[in-house]
């Protein structure tokens, strides 16, 4: 995606002064944001359905996805309308931009009572939740979500993940419970490499070949060099990282532990936005890219275009964590799952998130009225049956069971419309993914796939949520910290930074106190290792 920086700096700016008056006067009262907005809780059920005997309406802030249709025509929420007696009014926002438009929802105070797959960061959740435009869900979760309660008690990594050092939980993840759908496959085209009998590359060194061959052997036959050798998805913004960089990270030691840019070792945290091994993988990017083994619109592409070069079967390598069903089974039989490849000191890492997903994939707003009956609205998808419904739509139109799993019917899939009857296509809903659900996200091609990653998977710590005080610090330190780093990063890959730079980037990093990030992160860690 290119980068706007006049959009951004303002959203900069909004987000600052957000967290400057959540300090001022106007700051609620701590009575007032303990206490979730009641409605009439004696019209709510507890259990089954409708929900509310009356119908009510709430408005849901959404991202939607360049694949999606409009949320409105979903038979998911069409059938759990009818169900529920529960009415929602979308406001949609696609994927492109969204991050804008939600800052400025909350800077302008004009919020709906949801945000539905917004995408919250911890950061947001606790600057938001302690300003007061987020009600607290603990009390709503223990009374009217037995579902997601039940998760929390067997998943015991998903609670603290979410609940502030006060006690509060300010937005709820998507919940992963099947391995493949935590991670990125490392799609390389099969057909390629039969073609041009090259074998799987187990090296940076062997993918290098692998990519240049794909680039002047004509590996699609049409006489052109045409052929796109690697491509990966643009950033979705300042603060949420590279991805290219980040799903090659794994081959130079670096991961992402804490939500962050962070490697944990013997219970030490280390930021290694400076470190020589992220010199040496950027330098390794920087080198594909000036080849043009690299995709020269990974930097500038929108969503749309990258799943639609996925569509052609003209990429060699690109990363996605289904290879993207609905593109049709002839592209998707072109390419095959491979392992990470080994690094120049042996690193194979595999980027991967946490049970807890999604973080703020969903929370309530202080205009919402109806809490009690939102928190059971939500509830449902956290089941098997509810997730069932969200995933796949009506049974019998879109899907059957065999053996009690859901899988789409063959003339629903030929339809290709998979994408238009559920939010969860683009990735972020507030749901559960469990095995019961994934038929469509983990056939038999993606689960040979997860296999030539799960001996790389480490265990991930998600990010922690910090106290009201340490998260604005952390606020101010990341705004000018994450701008900087990944505006450097990219002109790095790009060849338009020299290395010689270098420690110029490491002093400016520096200036910007990234040590004393380095020892906030620290401290929540060992608080973390304590409450175990």
């Not at 991930?460 to 780093?485: C, G, H, M, V, W």
Request: aromatic share 10%; charged share 25%; with cysteine.
């Amino acid at each position: 995606m290119k980068r706007k920086w006049g959009t951004v700096l303002l959203s900069t700016l909004v987000v600052s002064s957000l967290t400057l008056s959540a300090c001022g006067s106007d700051t609620p009262s701590k009575e007032t944001k303990d206490k979730a907005p009641s409605g009439s809780t004696d019209k709510v059920s507890t259990a089954g359905f409708p929900i509310v005997k009356e119908p009510i309406k709430l408005k849901m802030f959404t991202r939607t996805a360049p694949a999606n249709g409009p949320f409105k025509d979903m038979p998911v929420f069409q059938d759990y309308e009818k169900l529920s007696n529960v009415q929602v009014e979308w406001i949609e926002a696609p994927t492109d931009g969204f991050a804008e438009k939600k800052n400025l929802l909350f800077a302008s105070n004009e919020l709906p009572d949801v945000m539905y797959r917004s995408g919250l960061t911890p950061l947001e959740a606790i600057r938001y939740g302690t300003g007061g435009q987020l009600i607290p869900l603990e009390g709503l979760i223990d009374k009217y979500a037995p579902n997601l309660k039940k998760l929390m008690e067997t998943y015991p990594e998903i609670r603290p993940a979410i609940t502030t050092p006060e006690g509060h939980i300010y937005a709820i993840p998507g919940i992963v419970t099947v391995n493949s759908a935590r991670t990125d496959k490392r799609w390389m085209n099969q057909a390629w490499l039969k073609k041009l009998n090259l074998k799987e590359p187990e090296t940076t060194d062997e993918l290098y070949e692998v990519l240049k061959a794909f680039r002047d052997k004509d590996p699609n036959g049409n006489g052109k060099q045409d052929e796109i050798p690697m491509t990966a998805r643009a950033s979705g913004g300042p603060g949420l990282g590279i991805p290219v960089a980040d799903i090659m990270g794994g081959s130079f030691g670096l991961d992402k532990q804490l939500g962050y840019y962070i490697n944990i070792e013997n219970d030490k945290v280390n930021i290694w936005m400076g470190s020589d091994r992220n010199k040496e993988m950027l330098m390794f990017l920087n080198k594909l890219y000036s080849e043009k083994l690299l995709d020269q619109e990974v930097f500038s592409q929108k969503e749309a275009q990258y799943i639609a070069k996925q569509g052609t079967g003209n990429t060699g390598f690109f990363f996605d964590q289904t290879n993207n069903p609905m593109l049709g089974t002839k592209v998707n039989d072109q390419y095959i799952g491979i392992s990470p490849v080994k690094g120049p000191h042996g690193d194979r890492l595999q980027l991967s998130a946490p049970v807890p997903r999604d973080f703020g994939a969903f929370a309530i707003t202080s205009v919402n009225k109806n809490p009690e009956a939102t928190m059971r609205w939500i509830d449902y998808f956290y089941s098997d049956e509810g997730s069932t419904l969200l995933r796949f739509g009506r049974q019998g139109d879109n899907y059957e069971l065999r053996n009690g799993i859901p899988y789409y019917t063959d003339a629903f899939l030929a339809t290709g419309n998979q994408s238009k009857i559920t939010p969860y296509a683009g990735g972020g809903a507030p749901h559960l993914i469990s095995e019961k659900v994934a038929s469509f996200i983990n056939p038999p091609q993606v689960q040979e796939a997860q296999k030539k990653l799960d001996p790389y998977m480490p265990k991930i710590f998600a990010a922690p949520l910090f106290d009201e005080q340490t998260s604005q610090q952390i606020n101010i330190l990341r705004n000018d910290i994450d701008k900087y780093y990944e505006e450097q990063t990219t002109k790095f890959i790009a060849g338009a930074l020299s290395f010689d730079k270098w420690g110029e980037f490491q002093s400016t990093l520096k200036k910007m106190k990234i040590d004393e990030l380095q020892k906030l992160y620290q401290d929540a860690y060992d608080k973390m290792k304590q409450k175990k």
